[in-house]
Nanobody, 124 residues
Framework: QVQLVESGGGLVQAGGSLRLSCAASGRTKSSYAMGWFRQAPGKEREFVAAISFSGGSQYYADSVKGRFTISRDNAENTVVLQMNSLKPEDTAVYYC?????????????????WGQGTQVTVSS
């Protein structure tokens, strides 16, 4: 089993920044892609960003492209989502997930393990 724990969420004003971290433990493998998803109240979970197993390829949702950056440190088993220029519509619970693919994928069904989530609230 793989355990994923997110941290770094909180309350920030519009235009501000937050840095989310995801720590993986258990039977982790750096040969799998990682991703971030989010779910706002009353809405379905949506893809935010993904990174390939090597870190050399990233994939972003159009809504966050140019504002968010995903990165990973395989030696430390961590994945980071740097969020800049935050907007009220970015308010959601953010989830880290480990894929069963090596490539960065936006498809939730290709992710086997999920964290519990961290709340991000952006005030206007």
């Amino acid at each position: 089993q793989v355990q994923l724990v997110e941290s770094g969420g909180g309350l920030v004003q519009a235009g501000g920044s937050l840095r989310l971290s995801c720590a993986a433990s258990g039977r982790t493998k750096s040969s799998y892609a990682m991703g971030w998803f989010r779910q706002a109240p009353g809405k379905e979970r949506e893809f935010v960003a993904a990174i390939s197993f090597s870190g050399g390829s990233q994939y972003y949702a159009d809504s966050v492209k140019g504002r968010f950056t995903i990165s990973r440190d395989n030696a430390e088993n961590t994945v980071v989502l740097q969020m800049n220029s935050l907007k009220p519509e970015d308010t959601a619970v953010y989830y880290c997930a480990q894929a069963r693919t090596t490539w960065a994928t936006p498809q939730p069904y290709e992710y086997d393990f999920w964290g519990q989530g961290t709340q991000v609230t952006v005030s206007s």
